[in-house]
């Protein structure tokens, strides 16, 4: 019909005019975590981070998130321990938000659905040369999500939303130094664990997915600077970034594991 036709083509963002699926897909991303279906797996291993603050970059607006991008061509920021069976070196990461507080994040708990998800992505350096490899393949990825709910100010945030203004434009970038990731992480280590995929094209299913179980608290003022930046370019109609959230897919033949009981 016109109707689905317009849904499908005319008000999709760009990135995702290539590819809606992966033909075949098994083992798609996000997901719902269902609690009680989740299997407590009493051998996973807390999962450590360590990040060393000098390898942070610049940040990004690619025109679908902003990216804070780190230096990997050496083993100093990395995640460990958990499912993961060497460690992974941090790339980048990125957040998924809504227009408002009541829809944002990619993943859901109990159907319960969070105002925005951190990513934290990582690439296994022990079985592949470069990101761009590892995206492409089997346990190439680990991938720390975290949720954002909103109460408290969050100090360690704020630095990096007073410069989120200088990149509201796609493609444009600024410098963004010293910054360790782990400031973000909530105090609880529980996590859920599960196979799954990259949630924007290529849609791959090379993620290793971490999900901390604990949200952590931002306040509304600082959502509403994420929610201040565009997806258009500069001279473009403004189009505000929003909304950049994946909708959930099937289970299909998983399980959830957790480290916790
Ligand atoms: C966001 O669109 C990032 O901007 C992408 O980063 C990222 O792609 C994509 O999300 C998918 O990542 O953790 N949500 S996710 O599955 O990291 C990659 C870039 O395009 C490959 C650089
Ligand atoms: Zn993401």
Not at 24 to 37: A, E, F
Not at 76 to 99: C, D, T
Not at 244 to 254: A, D, E, V
Request: proline share 7%; aromatic share 12%; hydrophobic share 35%.
């Amino acid at each position: 019909t016109g109707c689905s036709y317009k849904l499908r083509n005319v008000d999709l963002h760009p990135l995702w005019k290539g590819q809606l699926d992966i033909p075949g897909g098994t083992r798609q991303s996000p997901i719902d975590i269902r609690v009680r279906d989740s299997i407590f797996h009493p051998d996973l291993a807390p999962v450590k981070t360590h990040y060393d603050p000098n390898t942070c970059l610049h940040i990004w607006n690619n025109g679908y998130a902003f990216l804070v991008e780190f230096d990997d061509c050496t083993d100093k920021s990395v995640v460990s321990g958990g499912p993961l069976e060497n460690p992974y070196r941090l790339k980048q990461f990125h957040f998924h938000w809504g227009v408002n507080n009541d829809w944002g994040s990619e993943h859901t708990v109990d159907s319960k659905v969070f105002p925005a998800e951190l990513h934290l992505v990582h690439w296994n350096c022990t079985k592949y040369r470069t990101f761009e490899e590892a995206i492409m393949e089997e346990n190439g990825l680990a991938v720390i999500g975290i949720f954002l709910k909103v109460g408290r100010h969050h100090e360690k945030l704020q630095k990096l939303v007073d410069i989120l203004p200088s990149v509201r434009y796609k493609d444009s970038l600024t410098e963004f130094n010293y910054f360790d990731p782990s400031c973000l992480l909530p105090s609880c280590s529980d996590y859920w664990t599960y196979a799954g995929s990259l949630t924007t094209p290529p849609l791959t299913e090379s993620v290793s997915w971490i999900i901390m179980k604990k949200p952590i608290e931002v306040d509304h003022s600082q959502l509403a600077v994420f929610r201040s930046l565009l997806y258009s370019a500069v001279g473009e109609d403004e189009k505000y970034m929003v909304d950049n959230f994946r909708p959930l897919q099937p289970l299909m033949n998983r399980t959830v594991h957790s480290s916790f009981q």
